[in-house]
Nanobody, 118 residues
Framework: VQLQASGGGLVQAGGSLRLSCTSS????MGWFRQAPGKERNFVAA????????EYADSVKGRFTISRDNAKNTVYLQMSSLKPEDTAVYYC????????????????WGQGTQVTVSS
């Protein structure tokens, strides 16, 4: 399984971006982010069917994860962006089924930079 993330860029605070990740994964997909000098953190995840989602508290109400399995694509719609959202965003998937969407991701994409200016 290979993952390809895209859609990052530079945006002003309050703006929006949509990230995409193409993958043929048949399991849950997640988005993570890593700011300079910090560890990589969970952002959002979605089950293969799309029926279940989870979000980090810091992005709830601002970010929406979705997937289109016909297009092998997972999206992260980011709105009301803040400077603290600046990071490299990674998509990831697992190689097994689990009802827990928060961890167990072992296959990673290359990352896409999101920069939010104040």
């Amino acid at each position: 399984v290979q993952l390809q993330a895209s859609g990052g860029g530079l945006v002003q605070a309050g703006g929006s971006l949509r990230l995409s990740c193409t993958s043929s994964s048949r399991y849950a997909m997640g988005w993570f982010r890593q700011a300079p000098g910090k560890e990589r953190n969970f952002v959002a995840a979605i089950s293969h069917s799309g029926a279940s989602t989870e979000y980090a508290d810091s992005v709830k109400g601002r970010f929406t994860i979705s997937r289109d399995n016909a297009k092998n694509t997972v999206y992260l719609q980011m709105s009301s962006l803040k400077p603290e959202d600046t990071a490299v965003y990674y998509c990831a998937t697992r190689t097994y089924y689990s009802g827990n969407l928060w961890d167990g991701y072992s296959v990673w994409g290359q990352g896409t930079q999101v920069t939010v200016s104040s």
